[in-house]
């Protein structure tokens, strides 16, 4: 073979040494000097052939420790786009499990923490049962950063003067913590400042806000199919219509599709989820985004942008879709919830065209947000904590990642496809078409097994043969046995 074609011929042997253990899963591969070295060929052919491996979801590119390989999920497949047609516009209906998986405190985890344990005799303010609740809920490599979080709302705290406490904080939130995040979004080609953000309650007050803001009852709003089961409960609440548009498990809403519904209907806005999208983890790709504006433009259309994953990309955060609104269509909607705390119910909402009626809506319906808390945050960020915090997040996460996948690689049937997101806290499963996980709920919680079925994700009767599950906890020795437990239950 030619030199020309070099790097086909280490990628054939490397793939050899792959399929042949001679590296095995998770182990590190010759770094590129030492490869060049011992194949005798050059930086770029080596590098070439690395990425072209890691493109076939074979290796995975560590940031200053080289490339690593990982399970063979290639021949699974990812979880294919959905090609059943696009239901007209309906109310929604959002099924009781929802409620029960909650009820549980199981959203992200198949065995859930016993309630009521935050509130043992002794913790006698909110900041207290907060902080001893987070530990609860985080993996110990997180633990140095909600300790920090602890102090910095300590500080706030006993810095408030005795009058600070017969005041309301003014609607739109703590200045100091908005400026915080308008400098943290201009870092990724928003042009935010402090007047454009208001502090809300969590994620999903904020997409509340922004559907109240922008839609009237009977409305149609466009949503992914599957997508964050959160929406379809609002949806519900405010009495507005859904249409649901498939949605690839890699790279996220059909924009075609998209654009084929708004030719059918008149819809008044869209939520979306470009950064590893719950449930599936799919991240929209640059075309589908610039597609996804254009399409705004062209029929007049709010797009609401569910950014609550965007921190948790394991190889960089992609900048948000608020980044390219040229049209201030775009309301963008997060929290700390997910990046942080669970306990930190606080998120913002940049709304854009529609920010004074935002902050009029967030006054009637939470009056105001706890001061000394954005507070705490907004000198978390500012001294560096958030980020340290975030570093040891995404590795952790990435790691725990790995572990479920390959876990499942080794111990689940071979014809059930999942998604590898590099982001995010879950993976999306799909089964044979003859399991249904919304069945299995019940038998699954007899043998204390908490899932969320793929039925969750739809208003619809699709996804039966689906399931999410997340790497957000370690992978114990309980939660190994408990995935063994629930295949057994899947099948039966």
């Known amino acids: 073979m030619s030199k020309a074609y070099r790097y086909q011929q280490l990628e054939s ?76 516009p309906a109310p929604v209906t959002v099924s009781d499990v929802v409620m029960d998986v909650m009820d549980r ?7 859930p923490e016993l309630r009521g344990l935050e ?13 001893d609740q987070n530990r609860k809920m985080t993996s110990p490599a997180n633990h140095a950063g909600i300790t920090a979080l602890n102090r910095s709302i300590g500080r706030a705290l006993r810095s408030q003067s005795d009058r600070a406490h017969q005041y309301y904080d003014e ?32 994620c999903q007050q904020s997409l509340f806000l922004a559907l109240m803001a922008c839609c009237q009852r009977g409305d149609i709003v466009a949503v992914e199919s599957p997508g964050f089961y959160g929406v379809l409960q609002l949806l519900e609440q405010l009495g507005l219509q859904v249409v649901e548009i498939p949605a690839s498990a890699v790279t996220g809403m059909d924009t075609e599709a998209l654009e084929r519904a708004l030719q059918q209907w008149s819809i008044r806005a869209c939520v979306v989820t470009p950064a590893f999208a719950t449930p599936t983890g799919a991240t929209l790709p640059s075309a589908s985004r610039q597609t996804l504006l254009a399409l705004a433009d062209q029929y007049d259309l709010a797009l609401i942008e569910d950014d609550i994953y ?50 009029r809506l967030k006054l009637v319906t939470s009056l105001a947000s706890s001061r000394f808390v954005q507070q705490g945050l907004a000198s978390f960020i ?18 725990q990642r790995n572990e479920l996948v390959e876990f499942l690689d080794k111990h689940w049937p071979k014809e059930i496809c999942f998604s590898v997101p590099e982001g995010g806290l879950a993976l999306w499963l799909q089964l044979p078409q003859g399991i249904n996980t919304l069945s299995a709920y019940g038998a699954a919680l007899n043998k204390g097994v908490v899932i969320t079925p793929g039925a969750l994700f739809s208003s619809t009767d699709h996804y039966r043969n689906c399931l999410r599950l997340s790497f957000l906890h370690p992978l114990t020795a309980s939660r190994q046995e408990a995935l063994k437990i629930l295949m057994g239950v899947l099948s039966h």
């Open 13 to 88: 042997w490397l793939l050899e040494g792959i399929t042949g253990q001679r590296w095995r899963v998770g182990e590190r591969l010759p770094s590129v000097r030492d490869m060049c070295r011992e194949q005798q060929v050059s930086k770029a052919t080596v590098l070439h052939a690395y990425q072209r491996l890691e493109a076939r979801g074979l290796l995975e590119a560590r940031p200053k420790s080289g490339y690593f390989v990982l399970p063979d999920v290639a021949n699974r497949g990812a979880p294919h786009i959905v090609s059943h047609a696009i239901v007209a």
């Open 105 to 111: 405190g199981a959203a992200f985890d198949i065995l």
């Open 119 to 131: 509130l043992q005799a002794g913790r006698d303010t909110l900041y207290s049962r907060s902080v």
């Open 171 to 202: 609607p739109a939130g703590d200045a100091g913590l908005r400026e915080q995040l308008a400098q943290r979004y201009r870092r990724h080609g928003c042009e935010s400042s402090a007047d454009d953000f208001c502090i809300t309650a969590g």
């Open 310 to 359: 965007g921190d948790l990309g394991f190889f960089g955060r992609p900048d948000p879709l608020k980044a390219q609104d040229k049209s201030d269509r775009v309301i963008l909607c997060s929290s700390f919830s997910k990046s942080l705390s669970r306990d930190v119910r606080i998120g913002w909402i940049e709304a854009g065209r529609w920010h004074h009626q935002v902050k």
């Open 382 to 399: 500012k001294d560096g904590g958030y980020d340290t915090h975030l570093r040891r997040q995404r590795e952790q996460l990435r790691q």
